[in-house]
Nanobody
């Protein structure tokens, strides 16, 4: 079955960096957009970043622009989220997601993604 497994979360001080990885198995996503979302306690899951199948087009939430970078390695069936200048408000569970449609755009909507990982906790201390 299809699995998305996130890793790389942890505890970091404000201003620090983390790199999240999402390894897919069960099928290849080299022709699919992939994204990152996050959910803080008591809040809705929100869009963070997305990347097109070819990696040449990306989309970021305003909160992530200039600090986060999404990338992918289709040979490894893996997508990454480099997070720099982290703030306490970035604390959340981060989820990887994949769109089942081929060659789709980098959607910001949860409903456009069909596969989800279990999430990895990111905690930023002040």
């Amino acid at each position: 079955q299809v699995q998305l497994v996130e890793s790389g979360g942890g505890l970091v001080q404000a201003g620090g960096s983390l790199r999240l990885s999402c390894a897919a198995s069960g099928r290849t996503f080299s022709r699919n957009a992939m994204g990152w979302f996050r959910q803080a306690p008591g809040k809705e899951r929100e869009f963070v970043a997305a990347i097109a199948w070819h990696g040449g087009s990306t989309n970021y939430a305003d909160s992530a622009k200039g600090r986060f970078t999404i990338s992918r390695d289709n040979a490894k069936n893996t997508v990454y989220l480099q997070m720099n200048s982290l703030k306490p408000e970035d604390t959340a569970v981060y989820y990887c997601a994949a769109d089942a449609r081929y060659y789709s755009s980098t959607s910001t909507m949860r409903s456009e993604y069909d596969y989800w990982g279990q999430g990895t906790q990111v905690t930023v201390s002040s």
